[in-house]
Structures are given as structure tokens and as C-alpha cells.
């Protein structure tokens, strides 16, 4: 059973940062990409980040120069650190992990909530 497990939610005020964990118990988790999604309530989940298995990782316009995703594979773990923090920032944080066109490859986080308010 394949588990992905986000940490690293909670309040922050704007400006500040944070940093999300996730952590994958899959096998070989170097043949996997990894990606942060986030939901705010009343809008679509939308992809915030994502990282393939080489490195090569791509950003919305809404969170570049802001935020950077990054990978450890000896932890099985993908990482989000977001700085300048803005009250448009909250959201459920979602993550994926994929290979992608292989079936039965693509796993989901239960979330976590970021809220950036004074």
C-alpha cells in the first residue's frame, strides 16, 4: 500500500514562508516525478509546482520567484519552500507523485491547509 503524506501546513501572515514536506513509501522513488497542487475553496485544484525524476521542475506564474520545489530521494521525500507568502497563497496543499504514462503509478497526499493571514 502505497502511502504519500504531506507535512509542513499552517497560519502564517503574509510575507512570511513555510515549507512543505512529502513524503512517498513507494519503492524506487527516483523513477518518480513529484508535483504540488493546491485548492482554494470554490476554485479547481491547480498545479503550483512540479519536479520530474531528472530535476527538471517547472513553476505557475503565480508562484515563480517565490517558490521552489525540490527532491531528496535517499528520503523519498519532495519538498516546497514558499517565501513571500500572500493571502491568495491559501489553500489545501496537495501532493502527487507519478511516473508519468505508466498506469497505476500516480499517488495523492490527503493535503495539507495553508492559511497566510494577519
Known amino acids: 500500500q502505497v502511502r504519500v503524506v504531506e507535512s509542513g501546513g499552517g497560519l502564517v501572515q503574509p510575507g512570511g514562508s513555510l515549507r512543505l514536506s512529502c513524503a512517498a513509501s513507494?519503492?524506487?522513488?527516483?523513477?518518480?516525478?513529484g508535483g504540488w497542487y493546491r485548492q482554494a475553496p470554490g476554485k479547481q485544484r491547480e498545479l503550483v509546482a512540479d519536479i520530474s525524476s531528472g530535476g527538471r521542475t517547472n513553476y505557475a506564474d503565480s508562484v515563480k520567484g517565490r517558490f521552489t520545489i525540490s527532491r531528496d530521494n535517499a528520503k523519498n521525500t519532495v519538498y516546497l519552500n514558499m517565501n513571500s507568502l500572500k493571502p491568495e497563497d491559501t489553500a489545501v496543499y496537495y501532493c502527487?507523485?507519478?511516473?508519468?504514462?505508466?498506469?497505476?503509478?500516480?499517488?495523492w497526499g490527503q493535503g495539507t491547509q495553508v492559511t497566510v493571514s494577519s
Open positions: 502527487r507523485i507519478n511516473i508519468p504514462g505508466v498506469t497505476r503509478s500516480d499517488y
Open positions: 513507494v519503492g524506487i522513488f527516483s523513477l518518480y516525478a
